[in-house]
């Protein structure tokens, strides 16, 4: 029987370019990405050839993973491409002994001196850690703390950190993805959990939304409410007025001038006045950052709307 061809898309796929006769019943085979086989008879002529696919395995509990280790994340100063010395087992889990502890700690000291390129790393992998710490008190989004980390390395790359605190840098990084992304976090919140004052915070994160021309958005009344709104536990009645009373405020242009957590105190305080709920001005003020006064204000300010959602 003569040779023939079988045409294929694409190396290491299905098929493969050439058949030949099979030497015990002369049918053609076929060549696979990893074994030669016959067609007709089904004799396995060839199975050592690579296996160019990904390494899979079997975990514990049966379920299949891909064995190639953790992905890129942009939370470390090496993007999670670190080497990680155990202690007293190895990876089987046997206990190690006190000789291989002995060497495995020589290593570990090893490792962590070479670990820094050059200050710069170092300082990286610290305001790294700052912004992980920051984005962990406020509960905030792993995706808010992927945003952050990244800011924090452009601020970096582009010398805003120099005669900066990274503490500062770090905060105002969070601050600013919180701010482009509508989460009603203010300075205040935001350097109460961070290691540097408000006014620091303000500074950086002035001279990185300069710098940078980042994408932030004027704080409204409505991105406060829900925030304020979760700590004061009202109902989901009070805070859908509140919401419609802001957006009320907003058009009508009696916001203009006005902080967002003034008048973000004033609408949920009268939509929970109308809706018999319970609230002092004093509980209110405090949670939300301004005074009382402020509060009365915004609220005289919206009773005289000539709709009252």
């Not at 409410?225 to 009373?245: M, S």
Request: charged share 30%; proline share 4%.
């Amino acid at each position: 029987m003569a040779p023939r061809d079988i045409y294929t898309t694409a190396f290491d796929e299905d098929v493969q370019t050439t058949a030949t006769d099979c030497p015990d019943c002369g049918g053609s085979i076929r060549q696979t990405g990893r074994e030669t086989i016959c067609e007709d008879c089904g004799r396995i002529l060839e199975n050592n050839h690579l296996d160019r696919g990904p390494d899979w395995g079997r975990s514990d509990d049966g379920e299949t993973q891909k064995r190639t280790g953790a992905p890129l994340t942009p939370t470390r100063h090496d993007r999670g491409l670190s080497t990680e010395i155990g202690y007293k087992q190895d990876g089987n889990g046997n206990t190690l002994s006190s000789t291989k502890r002995r060497r495995l700690n020589r290593l570990r000291r090893e490792q962590s001196r070479a670990q820094w390129q050059s200050k710069a790393d170092r300082n990286l992998a610290y305001g790294l850690s700052e912004v992980r710490r920051v984005v962990a008190s406020l509960g905030l989004a792993d995706s808010i703390r992927d945003q952050a980390c990244a800011l924090f390395r452009r601020a970096q790359s582009e010398h805003l950190c120099r005669g900066r605190s990274l503490e500062a840098v770090a905060a105002a990084s969070v601050y600013a993805i919180a701010r482009c992304n509508g989460l009603g976090r203010s300075r205040t919140e935001v350097a109460s959990s961070a290691r540097c004052d408000q006014e620091r915070l303000t500074t950086a994160y002035d001279a990185m939304n300069v710098e940078l021309e980042l994408p932030a958005q004027p704080t409204s009344a409505a991105d406060r409410i829900p925030r304020l709104a979760t700590d004061l536990e009202v109902p989901d009645q009070v805070r859908r007025r509140a919401l419609a009373l802001a957006q009320k405020a907003r058009e009508t242009g009696i916001t203009i001038s006005c902080r967002p957590s003034g008048v973000a105190a004033g609408c949920l305080y009268l939509a929970a006045e109308r809706a018999e709920f319970c609230l002092s001005q004093r509980q209110i003020a405090d949670i939300a950052g301004t005074s009382p006064n402020t509060l009365r204000n915004r609220r005289d300010e919206l009773l005289e709307l000539d709709t009252i959602v």
